[in-house]
């Protein structure tokens, strides 16, 4: 008999009756009615075409049939216990591989991560730098900031910020716009241009002009001085996300690492 066509519902059910010797006692076990153990029994009997179980005057009795698939059925099952006890083992797992473009990683991420492990040292993280969205099964990915309107095909929680804001050299520096590719400057006019957004906070801080960044990327280091706000920040539809496929999304170990990144 193939895999797919193995009947399963029955084999637990014949399981359970054969410990009982009792239909009723099965059901109470299953969460069933007696009738529903009987019509399972009489299916998988139709199926593997032996008779499984006689009534007596002593009650139920297994036939020899029956009596000769128990043990290697309740080992299937005890294997099946194992095979599920080791796909579980990951929510315990306290290591997790995460993606994120290489600003991200290097002006938000990696500093927050060092305060999330300094409360928990059991923590391990691998993380990779990719700017385009990678395939959670090939990368074995737990999670992924991705910027955007919002998830895309996946689940995810947006990261909070203030949008966007212009920041230069505290003490002032050269009066032309730092782009890099994503920016809301018109690069045919940027006089410094570089390949993200880290980078143009860089150059701003050494006093190469001024960069309109995501609030989310300059909070360090507006915080620190290193660099100064031109103006406010401004509200922008597009934002940092954290992102999974449901299976991923819906592990411990990720919605406590989710919860602890936006707080």
Same mark, same amino acid.
């Given at each position: 008999?193939? #895999? ?9 059910? $014949?399981?359970? *009756? ?13 969460? @069933?009615?007696?009738?529903? %153990? =009987?019509?399972? @029994?009489?299916?998988? /009997?139709?199926? $593997? ?9 002593? =009650? ?15 080992? =299937? ?24 473009? #290489?600003? %991200? ?8 991560? *060092? ?10 993280? @691998? ?17 992924? @900031?991705?910027?955007?309107? +919002? ?5 995810? /929680?947006?990261?909070?910020?203030? =949008? ?17 590719? +994503? ?8 006089? %410094? ?17 001024? *960069? ?7 909070? #360090? ?17 597009? +934002?940092?996300?954290? %992102? ?17 990144? +936006?707080?």
């Amino acid at each position: 008999m193939k #895999r797919t066509h193995l009947p399963l519902n029955g084999l637990r059910v $014949l399981d359970a *009756a054969a410990r009982h010797l009792s239909f009723t006692r099965a059901a109470d076990e299953l969460a @069933v009615t007696p009738a529903a %153990v =009987g019509q399972q @029994v009489r299916a998988l /009997e139709d199926t $593997l075409g032996v008779v499984l179980f006689r009534r007596t005057t002593k =009650g139920l009795e297994l036939t020899p049939e029956g009596e000769a698939g128990l043990e290697a059925l309740r080992q =299937g099952f005890l294997q099946f216990e194992e095979a599920v006890r080791a796909m579980q083992a990951g929510q315990s797992s306290k290591s997790l591989t995460i993606a994120a473009p #290489r600003d %991200v990683l290097h002006c938000w991420l990696m500093p927050r991560l *060092a305060e999330i492990s300094r409360d928990d040292g059991e923590l391990r993280f @691998v993380l990779i730098a990719a700017d385009e969205d990678l395939d959670f099964t090939q990368a074995n990915l737990d999670l992924a @900031v991705r910027w955007g309107e +919002g998830p895309g095909e996946h689940e995810g /929680e947006a990261l909070e910020s203030d =949008g966007m804001v212009t920041i230069e050299r505290p003490s002032g520096g050269a009066d032309t716009r730092i782009s890099w590719p +994503g920016c809301l400057n018109d690069d045919s006019v940027s006089l %410094v241009r570089v390949a993200d957004a880290g980078l143009a906070i860089d150059a701003a801080a050494e006093g190469l002009g001024r *960069a309109t960044v995501p609030e989310l990327l300059a909070r #360090r280091d507006l915080a620190s001085g290193r660099v100064a706000a031109v103006g406010e920040a401004k509200p922008y539809r597009l +934002g940092y996300w954290l %992102v999974a496929p449901l299976p991923q999304w819906r592990q411990k170990k990720v919605k406590a690492l989710v919860e602890a990144l +936006g707080a």
